[in-house]
Antibody, heavy 116, light 107 residues
Framework: QVQLQESGPGLVKPSQTLSLTCTVS??????????WSWIRQHPGKGLEWIGY???????YYKSTLKSRVTISVDMSRNQFSLKLTSVTAADMAVYYC????????WGQGILVTVSS | DIQMTQSPSSLSASVGDRVTITCQAS??????LNWYQQKPGKAPRLLIY???KLETGAPSRFSGGGSGTDFSFTISSLQPEDIGTYYC?????????FGQGTNLEIK
């Protein structure tokens, strides 16, 4: 059974770095078939695709976030991670990780608040 | 980036009604189109992929169609548990953009 679980701080100070990890079980993250994505949802708003990693290290990021985003993978732990630098209040959202292409399995989501 | 225009933004229908949501892509995406259902406080759930393929476990009253730039999602007979927000998403080329969502309510 495929499961994804996000973890990380729920509170980040402005200008600091948001760091989240997605732990995957039931499937190897090293599979070439799937993309592993991060998607966020601002409070009361729609879904925003952030980026993905696949084939062990290839990445693609949404252009408006590209300068601040890094997605990486740790195959030994079957995890992938999101780092978003220089956060502002506009980055407050529920962050989801998902097995993508298409996104058939999602984590439960983690709310990240940006506040001093 | 490919823009996805979804309509309507909200919809109220009665139990048993046939409900249709449409999604238009700003360029040809072939059939690389997904439909998701999201309930409050929950992650989205994939219902339809490749425009018309029913995801395993999704009820057969859900269906999808279309190709190129114009797509539709239909609930053949609306059930009370179908309330929520529905999103289309293109995955022809990254970034994999979503439609704005359709909030579905029961009359």
């Amino acid at each position: 059974q495929v499961q994804l679980q996000e973890s990380g701080p729920g509170l980040v100070k402005p200008s600091q770095t948001l760091s989240l990890t997605c732990t995957v079980s039931g499937v190897s993250i090293s599979s070439d078939i799937y993309h592993w994505s991060w998607i966020r949802q601002h409070p009361g708003k729609g879904l925003e695709w952030i980026g993905y990693i696949y084939q062990g290290g290839r990445t693609y990021y949404k252009s408006t976030l590209k300068s601040r985003v890094t997605i990486s993978v740790d195959m030994s732990r079957n995890q992938f991670s999101l780092k978003l630098t220089s956060v502002t209040a506009a980055d407050m959202a529920v962050y989801y990780c998902a097995r993508d292409n298409p996104a058939d399995y999602w984590g439960q989501g983690i709310l990240v608040t940006v506040s001093s | 980036d490919i823009q996805m225009t979804q309509s309507p933004s909200s919809l109220s229908a009665s139990v048993g009604d046939r409900v249709t949501i449409t999604c238009q892509a700003s360029q040809d995406i072939s059939n690389f189109l997904n439909w998701y259902q999201q309930k409050p406080g929950k992650a989205p759930r994939l219902l339809i992929y490749r425009a018309s393929k029913l995801e395993t476990g999704a009820p057969s009253r859900f269906s999808g169609g279309g190709s190129g730039t114009d797509f539709s999602f239909t609930i053949s007979s609306l059930q009370p548990e179908d309330i929520g927000t529905y999103y289309c998403q293109q995955y022809d080329s990254p970034p994999y953009t979503f439609g704005q969502g359709t909030n579905l309510e029961i009359k």
